[in-house]
């Protein structure tokens, strides 16, 4: 009874380290205003209940202690994977919200963002805040479970670390959120293009007129309304491209 009682132990270990770790570092619940408490007590509960569902595909307990400890590093070093490639899919609304920033005079309007706890322009912090509240509505965090849960299949517990696979996937993703956050706020790059110039050409057509006084609250007043009718279609097009991410999990 004791020795089963280790191996149900020993397996629940397992699967809450990389469960935990990736919780840790997700969106959405690794943010400053999830209390940790609630934070350990969903990793827990979710592991406690997935072991009976992957006892399975776990190793039974090893008699070497320092094999035991390398696997327990090999499973939080997953999750902490899986975590960072999911903040690196969800970092390219960071691009866009900067790129908007930037284009209607935000840029040094900050604020706190609770999410990456940090200083963020405050049109970056209002889509963060926007595309997680999304992101739960649509229970799209279901499928970011699921693809940390299927990874015990690609990924199975006791492998060595694939270091060639990690570095080529993370760089990719990070080259896909860059290129997709550009997608995002192109808009607004757009617009940025034209305004300025258009106010160039004012500049030179009426040299007397004070083009500062001008060009600052029309541009903030073109690019809010540019926010408001842009904002639904942005959120659909980040969800889309986070979905298509994850997937990348689970095939």
Same mark, same amino acid.
């Given at each position: 009874? %004791?020795?089963?009682?280790?191996?149900?132990?020993?397996?629940?270990?397992? =699967?809450?380290?990389?469960?935990?770790?990736?919780?840790?570092?997700?969106? /959405? #619940?690794?943010?400053?205003?999830?209390?940790?408490?609630?934070?350990?007590?969903?990793?827990?509960? !979710?592991?406690?209940?997935?072991?009976?569902?992957?006892?399975?595909?776990?190793?039974?307990?090893?008699?070497?202690?320092?094999?035991?400890?390398?696997?327990?590093?090999?499973?939080?070093?997953?999750?902490?994977?899986? /975590?960072?490639?999911?903040?690196?899919?969800?970092?390219?609304?960071?691009?866009?919200?900067?790129?908007?920033?930037?284009?209607?005079?935000?840029?040094?309007?900050?604020? #706190?963002?609770?999410?990456?706890? %940090?200083?963020?322009?405050?049109?970056?912090?209002?889509? %963060?805040?926007?595309?997680?509240?999304?992101? #739960?509505? %649509?229970?799209?965090?279901?499928?970011?479970?699921?693809? =940390?849960?299927?990874?015990?299949?690609?990924?199975? =517990?006791?492998?060595?670390?694939?270091?060639?696979?990690?570095?080529?996937?993370?760089?990719?993703?990070?080259?896909?959120?860059?290129?997709?956050?550009?997608?995002?706020?192109?808009? #607004?790059?757009?617009?940025?293009?034209?305004?300025?110039?258009?106010?160039?050409?004012?500049?030179?057509?009426?040299?007397?007129?004070?083009?500062?006084?001008?060009?600052?609250?029309?541009?903030?007043?073109?690019?809010?309304?540019?926010?408001?009718?842009?904002?639904?279609?942005?959120?659909?097009?980040? !969800?889309?491209?986070?979905?298509?991410?994850?997937?990348?999990?689970?095939?």
């Amino acid at each position: 009874m %004791t020795e089963l009682l280790n191996q149900e132990i020993y397996k629940f270990i397992l =699967v809450f380290l990389r469960i935990g770790s990736a919780l840790m570092l997700m969106p /959405g #619940f690794s943010a400053s205003y999830i209390n940790v408490r609630q934070r350990l007590s969903i990793a827990l509960a !979710i592991s406690l209940v997935l072991v009976p569902f992957l006892s399975d595909k776990l190793p039974p307990q090893p008699n070497d202690t320092l094999e035991c400890i390398q696997m327990y590093l090999f499973e939080i070093i997953y999750g902490i994977f899986f /975590g960072v490639i999911m903040q690196i899919l969800f970092s390219s609304l960071n691009l866009c919200g900067n790129f908007i920033g930037q284009a209607i005079g935000f840029s040094n309007a900050q604020i #706190f963002d609770p999410a990456f706890q %940090t200083q963020s322009i405050v049109i970056e912090t209002f889509l %963060t805040i926007l595309a997680l509240t999304v992101v #739960f509505v %649509t229970d799209l965090h279901h499928l970011m479970l699921s693809a =940390v849960i299927d990874s015990y299949t690609l990924f199975p =517990v006791g492998s060595p670390l694939p270091v060639a696979d990690f570095s080529n996937f993370a760089s990719q993703s990070l080259n896909e959120s860059f290129i997709m956050g550009f997608k995002i706020g192109s808009p #607004f790059i757009a617009f940025s293009i034209v305004f300025y110039v258009g106010m160039g050409l004012v500049s030179r057509l009426m040299p007397q007129l004070n083009i500062f006084f001008l060009s600052l609250p029309l541009q903030i007043y073109l690019g809010v309304g540019l926010l408001l009718i842009t904002t639904p279609m942005m959120i659909l097009w980040f !969800i889309r491209y986070y979905e298509e991410g994850l997937k990348r999990f689970l095939e």
